[in-house]
């Protein structure tokens, strides 16, 4: 029992402590002091966090859910008083089609990001966590498209879909898949899935690092007393390897929607949420909305209902990965 | 015998196959970098119309170019400083945060947690307004109180020096903090849920040993938490190291002088309304990119050094 | 959270079977010692850095403090505007301003326009703006900064002399910044704002590729006709007809208006945007009828509904399509991309012979003078001598735009001056006494591109936005009640 060893200040104030020591009125009141003290100190330490993020995000917040139930243009010398509205902005989101349209496409391909991105970052993660040779190197590679500017890879992509004089139409033509030939952004059967494929590219370096970064904390001698056991590389991965990593399986799922519900420059450079609104994201459909429209008031709502549809999303993941867990 | 050897050949082809996995994606990730920098050597008329990816009279003088017409070279500094500031900041910070929401309960610890991992949901896209108010509301009190304290200053100072003092805080210092500031905040919810990821998954044991060695809690997550959570901490510089050295709404939002912006607004100067330079623009990217690949290969190694401390989680 | 205080069995045995795992690297002091000594010797290098950083960015503020030190009275009249590939020539401008006048002149360029476009915005909230800014938005916003006590009334200005000042001005770019008695939004008639270029978009053709399929290279085509025709030449040399950016829907709601105004007539169309004539009508099925021939007639190049600008000006420069649908600025683009590419400028054919093709055009950007500013009359000042004839010059030439001063297009280069020449053939919707409403425009342009996927037919399209445009009437009404 170290934790009874005498002198150790430390110990005494522990807040967990306090139901295993003797109770008496004075010793209770102390305690209650120690454990406001405790709390003030593990306190201290999230408060520059907290007061930050008061200033910069909560007050902004406040501001912008204000704005929601105006309509505003942005420019006029702002009165709530004077362009109060009520509801009226989120009752017309409800029934905009063009918006919760631009919500699936977010969706769809946030969930193509999900399976196909995940699953390359984890295969490529496995790999390079095994001891291959010029894994190092691999390493480095794999982060070069996060890395580069939207401008390189939209001009790169547009020139692989390009319908004329693109890569892909030329290596099908090759294979003698020639009737598959058509320009790949402004079809609107292929235009989101091209986009959706660009953005899993590009964004396959974080899953990889941080996938990497999970396994590497796995210990060694549980693979290799596995390996004694006779167990398969199959179920070393379904038995060690996966329930260690659900964590972090959920951190790289929860960053890869919101990185992808979230995706907007990309769709700028490539087809600008043409053909039609065939690619439009909540995103867009938000800019559109405050700068070209000038209704700002609009704006902030559309940006409230797709936070909040965020939030469930992202918390009912967490809930259910935590259920599987435990199970 | 034969086992044996049908084991080795499996194990090869198993080997040979993901080889030829690994090179196919390495190289769609590297051809890109690869086209850039061979555009970075071309010019305006060849770009597009040549597609060689070896050009045939590489104009070196592109960076050159580059660097002085779009001004790199406060841009580049700025973007150091700012970067460096930042992500030191977001560390600790959020690292301190972490922490404490993973091991230190206090009351309202998890309200206070759920509130950063929301936030990390919720984009804000008509925030820029609200905060531009108040990053200048700021700017005002703050000026105000600076006169205030004149007479104060001129027991010291000459009235010249004074007004340079005031002149320098409000373009310059101020600009700058509030920036940091800022950016502090886009990367704190992020960088909190990450970290927090990883000190759960770290065991006590440690802990508790350093604390009957009579270790504080500021000790505590000196000694003992910062170490063990080095991969995750590298991988939050790279991510937030990325986020700020490419960042440009903001800085342009809240900076307004020219001589504090960062790299970014250097590489506007290539891509006008009607006109991109792309040649310059490409030696501007490549010469945005190296940085953060040192950045990334020095960091890199920490994730996987991250190995030995990483042994006693789990 | 798992508190191993209370489970000291179960802290015994996980300490046991990771031991031989943590003992090397945890409990040994010596190590952690190493990598700590090692994190401050990182720290204090960064605290360092940090130190002769921003040392560093003192020392260059000192310089340029010189200035002001040197001449503590001098002004400084500070503009913000979003061209930042304008930065050399107006930093060149403001130098010969400063060594004129005594006056510093500040550029503080920000890009892109959108970023723009925000921070104008929210400084405009703050009260914060600048002497001289431009903004981007359409009419009905610059009334709105009009009406906040954002801009100048520069009437006064611009009549002195006999309006000197106005006259030197191609009439359209004035009338784009200017409101006129009994506007709709209710501001203060007067002139709010100067231009310091002009735009205009027209057709484009490749003397080369007309070569090839065997067109008269000296002769583009001048009706509807004649461009199908020319059309369908090319079609079958194999070379694509017209590319554009269309992927930016303003490019398509410019060819709208081209032959709106070509087939209907201006009254037509501003009785359609006050609500009097529906979208319905067969006139305005008739201009969407135009994309869905193009598309029929295999004119447009691949991927033309998603294309944006830039990428259809090197399509051109590149000789891919014969046809291009663009801007004057086109010219500058073109140089850079191909300096050798043959091709001239044409009038957009006509549809109809009963009303005059208006071709987009008007100010490219103008600069406004913040009505708040305490060195207002220096900032006339200095915009009256950035747009003289010589500075005038001195920018197109920088820049290969026209000029906003008309005086001096005599001595701009020859396709220039073409565009030039059709100045007076322009309109734009900030010179129409109304406006329609930007949900109304962007479901047109969205929907263009749908019939040239074959996704919609015109009709479809005429009743869709009639129905949105009803939508908005509706609202509109409401509100005013």
């Given at each position: 029992?170290?934790?009874?060893?005498?002198?150790?200040?430390?110990?005494?104030?522990?807040?967990?402590?306090?139901?295993?020591?003797?109770?008496?009125?004075?010793?209770?009141?102390?305690?209650?002091?120690?454990?406001?003290?405790?709390?003030?100190?593990?306190?201290?330490?999230?408060?520059?966090?907290?007061?930050?993020?008061?200033?910069?995000?909560?007050?902004?917040?406040?501001?912008?859910?204000?704005?929601?139930?105006?309509?505003?243009?942005?420019?006029?010398?702002?009165?709530?008083?004077?362009?109060?509205?009520?509801?009226?902005?989120?009752?017309?989101?409800?029934?905009?089609?063009?918006?919760?349209?631009?919500?699936?496409?977010?969706?769809?391909?946030?969930?193509?990001?999900?399976?196909?991105?995940?699953?390359?970052?984890?295969?490529?993660?496995?790999?390079?966590?095994?001891?291959?040779?010029?894994?190092?190197?691999?390493?480095?590679?794999?982060?070069?498209?996060?890395?580069?500017?939207?401008?390189?890879?939209?001009?790169?992509?547009?020139?692989?879909?390009?319908?004329?004089?693109?890569?892909?139409?030329?290596?099908?033509?090759?294979?003698?898949?020639?009737?598959?030939?058509?320009?790949?952004?402004?079809?609107?059967?292929?235009?989101?899935?091209?986009?959706?494929?660009?953005?899993?590219?590009?964004?396959?370096?974080?899953?990889?690092?941080?996938?990497?970064?999970?396994?590497?904390?796995?210990?060694?001698?549980?693979?290799?007393?596995?390996?004694?056991?006779?167990?398969?590389?199959?179920?070393?991965?379904?038995?060690?390897?996966?329930?260690?990593?659900?964590?972090?399986?959920?951190?790289?799922?929860?960053?890869?929607?919101?990185?992808?519900?979230?995706?907007?420059?990309?769709?700028?450079?490539?087809?600008?949420?043409?053909?039609?609104?065939?690619?439009?994201?909540?995103?867009?459909?938000?800019?559109?909305?405050?700068?070209?429209?000038?209704?700002?008031?609009?704006?902030?709502?559309?940006?409230?209902?797709?936070?909040?549809?965020?939030?469930?999303?992202?918390?009912?993941?967490?809930?259910?990965?935590?259920?599987?867990?435990?199970? | 015998?034969?086992?044996?050897?049908?084991?080795?050949?499996?194990?090869?082809?198993?080997?040979?196959?993901?080889?030829?996995?690994?090179?196919?994606?390495?190289?769609?990730?590297?051809?890109?970098?690869?086209?850039?920098?061979?555009?970075?050597?071309?010019?305006?008329?060849?770009?597009?119309?040549?597609?060689?990816?070896?050009?045939?009279?590489?104009?070196?003088?592109?960076?050159?170019?580059?660097?002085?017409?779009?001004?790199?070279?406060?841009?580049?500094?700025?973007?150091?400083?700012?970067?460096?500031?930042?992500?030191?900041?977001?560390?600790?910070?959020?690292?301190?945060?972490?922490?404490?929401?993973?091991?230190?309960?206090?009351?309202?610890?998890?309200?206070?947690?759920?509130?950063?991992?929301?936030?990390?949901?919720?984009?804000?896209?008509?925030?820029?307004?609200?905060?531009?108010?108040?990053?200048n509301?700021?700017r005002k009190?703050?000026m105000?109180?600076l006169n205030?304290?004149n007479?104060?200053?001129?027991?010291?100072?000459s009235q010249a020096s004074v007004d340079q003092l005031f002149a320098f805080t409000e373009q310059q210092?101020y600009p700058?903090?509030?920036?940091?500031?800022?950016?502090?905040?886009?990367?704190?919810?992020?960088?909190?849920?990450?970290?927090?990821?990883?000190?759960?998954?770290?065991?006590?044991?440690?802990?508790?040993?350093?604390?009957?060695?009579?270790?504080?809690?500021?000790?505590?997550?000196?000694?003992?938490?910062?170490?063990?959570?080095?991969?995750?901490?590298?991988?939050?510089?790279?991510?937030?190291?990325?986020?700020?050295?490419?960042?440009?709404?903001?800085?342009?939002?809240?900076l307004s002088e020219k001589s504090t912006m960062?790299?970014?607004?250097?590489?506007?100067?290539?891509?006008?309304?009607?006109?991109?330079?792309?040649?310059?623009?490409?030696?501007?990217?490549?010469?945005?990119?190296?940085?953060?690949?040192?950045?990334?290969?020095?960091?890199?190694?920490?994730?996987?050094?991250?190995?030995?401390?990483?042994?006693?989680?789990? | 959270?798992?508190?191993?205080?209370?489970?000291?069995?179960?802290?015994?045995?996980?300490?046991?079977?990771?031991?031989?795992?943590?003992?090397?690297?945890?409990?040994?002091?010596?190590?952690?010692?190493?990598?700590?000594?090692?994190?401050?010797?990182?720290?204090?290098?960064?605290?360092?850095?940090?130190?002769?950083?921003?040392?560093?960015?003192?020392?260059q503020q000192n310089s340029s403090y010189n200035i002001s030190k040197a001449n503590p009275r001098a002004k400084k009249i500070t503009i913000w505007h979003?061209?930042?590939?304008r930065e050399e020539i107006f930093q060149e401008l403001a130098r010969k301003y400063e060594a004129l006048t005594g006056i510093r002149v500040v550029f503080e360029l920000y890009?892109?326009?959108?970023?723009?476009?925000?921070k104008v915005?929210?400084a405009a909230?703050a009260e914060t703006l600048p002497d001289i800014y431009g903004i981007?938005?359409?009419?009905?916003?610059?009334?709105?900064?009009?009406?906040?006590g954002h801009a100048a009334n520069l009437?006064q200005e611009m009549?002195k002399?006999?309006?000197?000042w106005?006259?030197?001005?191609?009439?359209?770019?004035?009338?784009?910044?200017?409101?006129?008695?009994?506007?709709?939004?209710?501001?203060?008639?007067?002139?709010y704002g100067v231009?310091i270029?002009?735009?205009?978009?027209?057709?484009?053709?490749?003397?080369?590729?007309?070569?090839?399929?065997?067109?008269?290279?000296?002769?583009?085509?001048?009706?509807?006709?004649?461009?199908?025709?020319?059309?369908?030449?090319?079609?079958?040399?194999?070379?694509?007809?017209?590319?554009?950016?269309?992927?930016?829907?303003?490019?398509?709601?410019?060819?709208?208006?081209?032959?709106?105004?070509?087939?209907?007539?201006?009254?037509?169309?501003?009785?359609?945007?006050?609500?009097?004539?529906?979208?319905?009508?067969?006139?305005?099925?008739?201009?969407?009828?135009?994309?869905?021939?193009?598309?029929?007639?295999?004119?447009?190049?691949?991927?033309?509904?998603?294309?944006?600008?830039?990428?259809?000006?090197?399509?051109?420069?590149?000789?891919?399509?014969?046809?291009?649908?663009?801007?004057?600025?086109?010219?500058?683009?073109?140089?850079?991309?191909?300096?050798?590419?043959?091709?001239?400028?044409?009038?957009?054919?006509?549809?109809?012979?009963?009303?005059?093709?208006?071709?987009?055009?008007?100010?490219?950007?103008s600069f406004i003078v913040n009505d708040r500013s305490q060195n207002k009359d220096e900032a006339v000042k200095f915009l009256k001598w950035l747009t003289a004839?010589a500075q005038q010059?001195y920018l197109?030439?920088?820049?290969?735009?026209?000029?906003?001063?008309?005086?001096?297009?005599?001595?701009?280069?020859?396709?220039?001056?073409?565009?030039?020449?059709?100045?007076?053939?322009?309109?734009?919707?900030?010179?129409?006494?109304?406006?329609?409403?930007?949900?109304?425009?962007?479901?047109?342009?969205?929907?263009?591109?749908?019939?040239?996927?074959?996704?919609?037919?015109?009709?479809?399209?005429?009743?869709?936005?009639?129905?949105?445009?009803?939508?908005?009437?509706?609202?509109?009404?409401?509100?005013?009640?």
């Amino acid at each position: 029992m170290n934790w009874l060893k005498p002198g150790k200040k430390k110990i005494k104030i522990n807040p967990a402590m306090t139901d295993k020591i003797p109770e008496t009125a004075v010793l209770k009141r102390k305690m209650k002091i120690a454990r406001a003290k405790s709390y003030l100190e593990n306190f201290s330490f999230a408060f520059p966090a907290i007061l930050i993020f008061s200033v910069f995000y909560i007050y902004p917040f406040l501001k912008v859910f204000q704005l929601s139930v105006c309509s505003w243009n942005g420019i006029d010398a702002f009165s709530f008083g004077k362009f109060y509205t009520g509801f009226t902005n989120f009752k017309e989101i409800l029934r905009d089609g063009i918006w919760w349209r631009s919500m699936w496409h977010a969706a769809y391909i946030t969930i193509i990001a999900l399976t196909l991105q995940n699953a390359l970052a984890l295969a490529l993660a496995l790999a390079c966590d095994k001891e291959i040779k010029a894994r190092n190197f691999y390493r480095v590679i794999f982060f070069i498209p996060p890395v580069l500017s939207e401008v390189v890879v939209g001009l790169i992509w547009q020139w692989i879909y390009d319908g004329n004089y693109g890569l892909l139409n030329y290596a099908l033509n090759n294979f003698g898949l020639s009737n598959l030939i058509h320009n790949w952004l402004s079809d609107p059967n292929t235009a989101l899935t091209c986009v959706a494929i660009v953005h899993s590219w590009k964004g396959f370096g974080w899953g990889f690092i941080i996938l990497l970064a999970g396994l590497q904390t796995i210990p060694r001698q549980l693979y290799e007393a596995a390996k004694v056991d006779g167990a398969s590389s199959w179920q070393i991965f379904r038995n060690v390897t996966i329930p260690l990593m659900i964590p972090v399986f959920v951190l790289v799922s929860i960053l890869t929607i919101l990185g992808s519900m979230q995706v907007f420059i990309l769709i700028y450079t490539m087809t600008g949420g043409g053909p039609g609104y065939h690619t439009e994201v909540p995103v867009t459909r938000i800019l559109a909305s405050m700068v070209a429209s000038s209704r700002f008031g609009y704006a902030c709502a559309e940006g409230i209902i797709f936070g909040l549809v965020l939030l469930v999303l992202s918390f009912t993941q967490k809930k259910i990965s935590e259920r599987v867990k435990q199970v | 015998m034969r086992d044996g050897r049908t084991y080795r050949i499996k194990r090869r082809a198993k080997g040979f196959i993901i080889y030829i996995f690994l090179s196919i994606i390495a190289l769609t990730c590297i051809f890109p970098l690869v086209w850039m920098f061979s555009s970075s050597l071309k010019t305006q008329s060849t770009i597009f119309s040549n597609m060689s990816i070896i050009p045939d009279q590489p104009q070196w003088k592109n960076y050159y170019i580059a660097w002085t017409k779009g001004g790199f070279g406060i841009y580049f500094l700025n973007s150091l400083f700012y970067t460096a500031v930042v992500v030191f900041g977001i560390v600790i910070v959020s690292s301190w945060a972490a922490y404490s929401f993973s091991r230190l309960k206090f009351p309202g610890s998890i309200l206070a947690f759920n509130m950063f991992l929301a936030a990390m949901m919720i984009p804000l896209p008509g925030s820029f307004v609200p905060l531009y108010v108040l990053v200048n509301n700021i700017r005002k009190v703050l000026m105000v109180f600076l006169n205030n304290s004149n007479p104060f200053l001129l027991k010291f100072l000459s009235q010249a020096s004074v007004d340079q003092l005031f002149a320098f805080t409000e373009q310059q210092l101020y600009p700058r903090v509030a920036y940091i500031f800022c950016m502090i905040n886009v990367g704190l919810s992020l960088s909190i849920y990450i970290l927090k990821t990883f000190f759960d998954k770290m065991p006590s044991e440690l802990e508790d040993a350093a604390r009957i060695d009579g270790c504080s809690k500021l000790g505590i997550w000196w000694n003992v938490a910062l170490p063990l959570s080095r991969p995750a901490i590298a991988v939050i510089v790279i991510f937030n190291t990325l986020n700020v050295w490419n960042e440009y709404i903001l800085a342009q939002l809240i900076l307004s002088e020219k001589s504090t912006m960062p790299l970014q607004r250097g590489l506007m100067v290539f891509q006008g309304v009607y006109v991109t330079q792309y040649p310059l623009l490409m030696a501007g990217l490549t010469m945005t990119v190296i940085p953060i690949l040192i950045v990334y290969l020095i960091l890199q190694k920490y994730i996987i050094k991250g190995m030995t401390a990483g042994a006693v989680v789990g | 959270m798992d508190r191993p205080n209370f489970r000291p069995s179960r802290f015994a045995n996980r300490n046991q079977s990771n031991k031989q795992a943590s003992a090397p690297r945890f409990h040994s002091p010596t190590q952690n010692m190493v990598f700590l000594s090692r994190l401050k010797i990182y720290t204090v290098c960064f605290i360092f850095s940090l130190v002769c950083l921003s040392f560093f960015s003192c020392a260059q503020q000192n310089s340029s403090y010189n200035i002001s030190k040197a001449n503590p009275r001098a002004k400084k009249i500070t503009i913000w505007h979003w061209m930042t590939d304008r930065e050399e020539i107006f930093q060149e401008l403001a130098r010969k301003y400063e060594a004129l006048t005594g006056i510093r002149v500040v550029f503080e360029l920000y890009a892109p326009s959108d970023a723009y476009s925000q921070k104008v915005r929210a400084a405009a909230q703050a009260e914060t703006l600048p002497d001289i800014y431009g903004i981007l938005a359409d009419k009905r916003d610059f009334a709105s900064f009009i009406k906040a006590g954002h801009a100048a009334n520069l009437s006064q200005e611009m009549a002195k002399d006999n309006g000197a000042w106005s006259n030197s001005f191609f009439s359209k770019a004035i009338a784009v910044n200017e409101f006129l008695p009994d506007n709709k939004f209710g501001v203060t008639p007067g002139i709010y704002g100067v231009p310091i270029d002009v735009m205009n978009i027209q057709m484009l053709y490749n003397k080369s590729l007309f070569k090839k399929a065997g067109l008269d290279p000296n002769k583009p085509p001048q009706t509807w006709e004649e461009f199908l025709q020319a059309g369908r030449k090319l079609k079958q040399a194999g070379i694509q007809g017209l590319v554009s950016g269309w992927g930016e829907t303003w490019m398509i709601d410019c060819f709208i208006s081209n032959y709106a105004f070509n087939i209907m007539g201006e009254q037509k169309v501003f009785a359609t945007i006050r609500g009097e004539v529906p979208y319905t009508d067969l006139d305005w099925v008739k201009v969407f009828g135009l994309f869905k021939q193009l598309a029929d007639e295999g004119m447009l190049a691949s991927g033309i509904v998603t294309m944006i600008n830039k990428n259809a000006e090197q399509n051109f420069a590149n000789e891919r399509a014969a046809f291009a649908f663009n801007g004057s600025w086109c010219v500058n683009v073109y140089e850079g991309m191909n300096p050798g590419l043959e091709y001239g400028a044409m009038f957009p054919p006509s549809v109809s012979s009963k009303y005059p093709m208006m071709i987009w055009g008007g100010a490219g950007s103008s600069f406004i003078v913040n009505d708040r500013s305490q060195n207002k009359d220096e900032a006339v000042k200095f915009l009256k001598w950035l747009t003289a004839d010589a500075q005038q010059i001195y920018l197109s030439r920088g820049t290969n735009n026209l000029p906003a001063n008309k005086n001096c297009i005599s001595s701009i280069p020859d396709i220039l001056s073409e565009f030039a020449k059709k100045m007076n053939q322009t309109t734009h919707p900030n010179v129409w006494p109304v406006q329609e409403f930007p949900a109304v425009i962007e479901r047109m342009d969205k929907g263009v591109q749908s019939i040239i996927i074959g996704e919609k037919t015109p009709e479809e399209l005429s009743r869709e936005i009639q129905s949105i445009k009803e939508n908005e009437l509706a609202k509109a009404r409401k509100k005013e009640n």
